[in-house]
């Protein structure tokens, strides 16, 4: 089957596509990728989907039309691929999360995730099955609806002797923890651990956009970053943040590593008279030591190996203070395992959505801490024409 995999995560750079010719049934999968494509946001659509995740306050109206133009982004980027690699058979599309809120006192109160870019309106433009919300159903059933991303992992990347972090570096970072394929398979549910671990490139941008004026979005292979100094004492501070005592299962967005963090954190910067790069190589030197922190925390042991993915495994700067702070450890990206690390995500979601077709439960309730497995995602239907009506 081919399907089309979508996502624009927490970095709001913009939607990356994938064509992926998927075979097989639940974790026992074939996967080919036939291409992918990044189509970034329009500036000013963008510039509206940072102000509303930083919680600037939105009309309905607004809020439909917004959600009106992230699917037409969505069906975009879509149907640039079928234009380039032909039809496919199923869209699963992600969406733009513009609020993720986990749930509260071990469940009392559900969590909720709000994604833009309505499933229906892409099925209806492309004349495509279109699976969407893939968040809600996991939520509902108690769990974090978030990360979604471990099992696929699990599929793709595991190894047959090596235990491996795949860790995802886009706006927020994430993990999956995969214990060598025996063991992982040798269980049911298999043995993987995996969570939000805090800010990846999220605070880096904002710092660029910051100090360049809005001239530069991010820092290029982290060489602004790289010329700077870290300031030790702000990133021991800055690693107590309460989201680092909360044991897995967890995860986080913007709202708590975004904006509002990036404005108190923009005193202390000037307080101590930091320049831009060591601004940023202290941000940068956060982030890798905030992962770092996780794993040393919340993981059994350090894995063998660290495949990461997502644009900040593009920043040198990150991976090399990643690999000080883990000496001993290869850290590759999922490229070096074949598997393009620029698409990983939008990969996954297009096995999440094969899974819904499939009726395949798509969760991990020790990831997420769903009470249940639970299929992922709500189906939309491309239209018939009218001229055409049901059979009663
Ligand atoms: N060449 C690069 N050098 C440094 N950082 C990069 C590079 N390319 C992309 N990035 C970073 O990766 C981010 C996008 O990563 P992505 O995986 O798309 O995240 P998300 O899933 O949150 O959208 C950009 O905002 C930028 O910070
Ligand atoms: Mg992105």
Request: proline share 9%.
């Amino acid at each position: 089957m081919r399907v089309i995999g979508l996502i624009s995560g927490t970095s709001v750079d913009g939607i990356d596509g994938v064509m992926v010719d998927i075979r097989g049934q639940g974790y026992d999968l074939t996967l080919t990728v036939m291409g992918g494509t990044t189509q970034p946001y329009p500036v000013d659509l963008q510039h509206t989907i940072c102000q509303v995740c930083a919680g600037q306050p939105i009309s309905l109206a607004a809020l439909a039309a917004l959600d009106e133009a992230i699917a037409h982004c969505f069906a975009d980027a879509a149907q640039a691929l079928m234009d380039q690699y032909g039809p496919a058979d199923l869209v699963a599309s992600h969406g733009q999360t513009v609020f993720h809120r986990p749930p509260i006192a071990g469940g009392q109160t559900l969590g909720y995730s709000l994604q833009l870019g309505r499933g229906a309106a892409i099925a209806t433009r492309l004349q495509c099955p279109t699976i969407s919300n893939f968040r809600a159903a996991d939520i509902a059933a108690g769990g974090e609806g978030a990360p979604l991303v471990p099992p696929v992992d699990g599929v793709l990347l595991a190894d047959p002797v090596h235990s491996r972090c795949v860790q995802n570096l886009g706006g927020i970072g994430n993990v999956a923890y995969l214990p060598p394929r025996d063991k992982l398979l040798a269980q049911t549910p298999p043995v993987i651990l995996g969570w939000d671990t805090g800010p990846a490139n999220s605070l880096l941008d904002l710092a660029v956009q910051h100090f360049s004026n809005g001239e530069q979005t991010f820092d290029a292979g982290g060489q602004w970053a790289a010329q700077g100094q870290p300031d030790g004492d702000l990133v021991a501070t800055w690693l107590q943040h309460p989201y680092f005592d909360q044991p897995p299962p967890k995860s986080t967005g913007r709202e708590l590593f975004g904006w509002a963090f990036w404005q108190q954190i923009q005193g202390e910067l000037a307080q101590r008279h930091l320049s831009p790069a060591d601004a940023l190589a202290t941000l940068g030197e956060f982030t890798a030591r905030s992962i770092v922190q996780e794993y040393q925390r919340w993981l059994p042991q350090l894995p063998d190996q660290i495949l990461l993915c997502g644009g900040g495994s593009r920043n040198q700067y990150l991976r090399d203070r990643l690999a000080h702070h883990l000496p001993g450890i290869p850290l590759l990206t999922t490229d070096a395992v074949g598997v393009p690390s620029d698409l990983k995500e939008a990969i996954a979601f297009a096995v999440l959505g094969f899974w819904r077709h499939q009726g395949f439960p798509g969760n991990l309730p020790a990831v997420t801490g769903a009470q249940a497995w639970v299929p992922l995602g709500d189906i939309a239907h491309p239209l018939m024409p009218a001229t055409a009506a049901p059979e009663p």
